[in-house]
């Protein structure tokens, strides 16, 4: 089954402890990107990947890393979370000449 | 940049009826409009898209509207169902040059058996 996964689920952390969300898509996807959604604000990117090895920033990077080893893996990293950064975050891939993007279940993270 | 912009937040209809969601843009450049749906717990999900070539698209019970010189797009969905029921996300893209999507702050939609 094509998709979008993404780990964990939920997750509650406390601040300044560095964390991981991870995000595999099983489509050969090149394009790959991570969202926050917010109530009232819709989501807003924070980093994307046109392929392995290039990322670049979204309209939200500041607070976050992202990495691109393999075409299939695009993990998310708060290396010092904040609460501002309790939200709920998507990871998105996207095929090249197609615009349709496919996006993971989600991941609802809380930073005390 | 482009900004979006969605009207109305929330939107209560009975079984049935229609249901209209509104979104302006604001970057004359962007040629690709696609809405997505979010049910509870999951992800968005694509349920039609509409690119600035077009002024109207339909597909079954759903269509959307294009007005370039207005900047404005809608959806509309027809015959409501209870499974319509979630929050729909509008947004706007230059698909020649990126495949960034700005999207509207939402609409929940609550149709009522």
């Known amino acids: 089954e094509a998709q979008v996964t993404q780990n964990p689920r939920y997750l509650i952390t406390v601040t300044g402890k560095k964390l991981t969300v991870t995000c595999s898509q099983n489509?050969?996807?090149?394009?790959m990107s991570w969202y926050r959604q917010d109530p009232g604000l819709g989501l807003r990117q924070i980093y994307y990947?046109?392929?392995?090895?290039?990322?670049d920033k979204g309209d939200v990077p500041e607070g976050y890393k992202v990495s691109r080893k393999e075409k299939r893996n695009f993990p998310l990293i708060l290396e010092s979370p904040s609460p501002n950064q309790t939200s709920l975050y998507f990871c998105?891939?996207?095929?090249?000449?197609?615009?349709?993007?496919?996006f993971g279940p989600g991941t609802r993270l809380t930073v005390t | 940049g482009e900004n979006v912009e969605q009207h109305p937040s929330t939107l209560s209809v009975q079984e049935g009826d229609s249901a209209v969601i509104k979104c302006t843009y604001s970057?004359?450049?962007?040629?690709?409009f696609p809405w997505y749906k979010q049910e509870l717990g999951k992800g968005p999900q694509l349920i039609i898209d509409?690119?600035?070539?077009?002024g109207e698209k339909k597909d079954q019970r759903i269509a959307v509207t294009l007005n370039k010189t207005a900047k404005h797009f809608s959806l509309h969905i027809t015959e409501t169902q209870p499974e319509d029921s979630a929050v729909y996300f509008c947004?706007?893209?230059?698909?020649?040059?990126?495949?960034?999507?700005?999207f509207g702050s939402g609409t929940r939609l609550l149709v009522r058996p």
């Open positions: 998105a891939s996207t095929s090249t000449g197609s615009h349709e993007q496919y």
């Open positions: 489509m050969n996807h090149e394009y």
């Open positions: 990947s046109m392929n392995v090895e290039v990322t």
């Open positions: 970057d004359s450049a962007s040629n690709y």
């Open positions: 509409i690119r600035s070539n077009v």
């Open positions: 947004a706007a893209s230059m698909v020649d040059s990126s495949y960034k999507l700005i």
